[in-house]
């Protein structure tokens, strides 16, 4: 069965302090590791497809990273408008499931000014 | 472009009763999934559809069932509705399987 396990849970910063948001993940064929931001209230708005090792993608102050067992999103300088639930989710090339999506449980930036 | 669009926004309903979700896909875009997701929970995959027919299924029972529509908008019915059905439900649609899903902004079914 395929996992996807974030950390941490929660996670506060000042701003400009940049840190790392960690996911972890056991499935049986990647066929993409996927990073959204969800604002409350709000649906999960796509960031970043990873689809192999080594592979990385930038948007303004983030950077996704891809290894073989894990993802980094790296946030520089965050500002207090970065604040946000940061969900990773994996696609698998299981033949019943379609092109679902696993999800971690996220992460919960809060970014001070 | 308008994005994904979801009604109603919220929904208050209670034990036994039944309830439909409405889901406008992004324009294009001809395969939509359906998730719920639980207060402090990352999104649960219940089902997606790929021109009207249902193309893969999440651990969810028999009672969650869902139509796609020849213009690609879709509709979620929960049956026999329970206190655990309360929950944000999400519908996201994609241009094809291979593509990043999108998501619309979800209906809170509270369930009393």
């Known amino acids: 069965e395929d996992q996807v396990t974030q950390s941490p849970e929660a996670l506060r910063l000042q701003e400009g302090e940049s840190s790392s948001l960690n996911c972890s993940y056991t499935?049986?064929?990647?066929?993409?590791l996927f990073w959204y931001r969800q604002d409350p209230g709000k649906g999960p708005e796509f960031l970043f497809t990873l689809y192999s090792a080594g592979e990385e993608k930038e948007k303004e102050r983030l950077k996704a990273t891809l290894t073989k067992k894990e993802s980094f999103l790296h946030i520089t300088a965050p500002k207090p408008e970065d604040s946000a639930t940061y969900l990773c989710a994996v696609r698998t090339s299981e033949e019943t499931s379609g092109s679902r999506l696993t999800f971690g449980e996220g992460t919960q930036l809060t970014v001070n000014p | 472009e308008t994005g994904v669009t979801q009604s109603p926004t919220h929904l208050i309903k209670t034990r036994g009763q039944q309830v439909t979700l409405r889901c406008s896909s992004q324009s294009g875009h001809n395969t939509v999934s359906w998730y719920q997701q639980a207060l402090g929970q990352g999104p649960q995959f219940i089902f997606q559809y790929y021109r009207e027919e249902e193309n893969g299924r999440g651990n969810f029972p028999p009672r969650f069932s869902g139509l796609q529509f020849p213009n690609y908008s879709s509709e979620l019915n929960v049956n026999a509705l329970e206190l655990d059905d309360s929950a944000l439900y999400l519908c996201?649609?994609?241009?094809?399987?291979?593509?990043?899903?999108?998501f619309g902004d979800g209906t809170r079914l509270s369930i009393l």
């Open positions: 996201a649609s994609s241009l094809d399987a291979n593509q990043p899903q999108h």
């Open positions: 499935v049986s064929g990647l066929r993409g």
